[in-house]
């Protein structure tokens, strides 16, 4: 089975520029979520999605951040425009169901760098 | 609000030496809890879960007791190996809504 796919892995960027990353999640889990690791922190959530419609995004900010999720399987987070705080491992999770017992699956995260 | 919070690191250790990383938590009502590893230069993967007070997770020799009266989920291994190294997340969840809240992590090092 194929896991939870991410990309790019590594993106280094200029405050105030915009970026993109993306997540495939695995075939027939219909909870995604995206979550934010700063260094030497765990890993906060930014939004949660049940199939194409957003459950939780009490924690985005989003005065610059948006994300989406067409068709309830992939999905984009964008960042406009970036700030130095914004440096972070962007993490991309997905589950079966959004019942809290289910595991979640985690992909290998996008490292993004402001400068 | 929701929170968990557990040790501080970095922890070395001797390979074959007993492992124990606290973790505690605060939230209203039952959650889930959970212990994931990073290893390095790898995503966040489950190590083990308990869903329910008095159950127990396991796995890989790991285990972690869900005690309700303390709010506590500790993981221990009685004998570690190098190959545990990695970074330890301590997480919950609650029932409606699968959202993870973690802890702050502790790295392990485990030495030769």
């Known amino acids: 089975e194929a896991g939870v796919a991410q990309s790019p892995?590594?993106?280094?960027?200029?405050?105030?520029?915009?970026?993109?990353f993306w997540c495939n999640p695995i075939s027939g889990h219909a909870t995604l979520y995206w979550y934010q690791q700063i260094l030497g922190q765990g890993p906060k959530l930014l939004i949660q999605f049940q199939n194409n419609g957003v459950v939780d995004d009490s924690q985005l900010p989003k005065d610059r951040f948006s994300a989406e999720r067409l068709k309830g399987v992939d999905s984009t987070l964008k960042i406009?425009?970036?700030?130095?705080?914004?440096?972070?491992?962007?993490?991309c999770a997905s589950s079966l169901s959004d019942e809290g017992a289910y595991e979640q699956y985690f992909g290998p995260g996008t490292r993004l760098t402001v400068t | 609000g929701?929170?968990?919070?557990?040790?501080?690191g970095p922890v070395t250790l001797s390979e074959e030496a007993f492992l124990t990383i606290n973790c505690t938590y605060t939230a209203t009502g039952?959650?889930?809890l959970f212990w994931y590893v990073q290893y390095p230069g790898e995503g966040l993967?489950?190590?083990l879960k308990a869903t329910k007070a008095d159950?127990?997770?396991?796995n890989k020799g790991f285990e972690a007791t869900y005690r309700k009266e303390t709010t506590s989920f500790?993981?221990?291994?009685?004998?570690?190996?190098?190959?545990?190294?990695?970074?330890?997340?301590?997480?919950?969840?609650?029932?409606?809504?699968?959202?993870?809240?973690?802890?702050?992590?502790?790295?392990?090092?485990?030495k030769p």
């Open chain 2, 74 to 110: 500790h993981l221990e291994k009685g004998s570690v190996q190098v190959s545990d190294s990695a970074v330890y997340f301590c997480a919950l969840s609650k029932g409606s809504q699968g959202n993870l809240i973690f802890g702050k992590g502790t790295k392990l090092s485990v």
């Open chain 2, 45 to 47: 993967q489950l190590l």
């Open chain 1, 80 to 91: 406009q425009p970036a700030k130095l705080e914004d440096s972070a491992v962007y993490l």
């Open chain 2, 55 to 58: 159950d127990k997770g396991s």
């Open chain 2, 2 to 8: 929701n929170s968990v919070t557990q040790m501080e």
């Open chain 1, 9 to 20: 892995r590594y993106k280094i960027i200029e405050k105030r520029q915009s970026v993109a």
């Open chain 2, 30 to 32: 039952y959650p889930s």
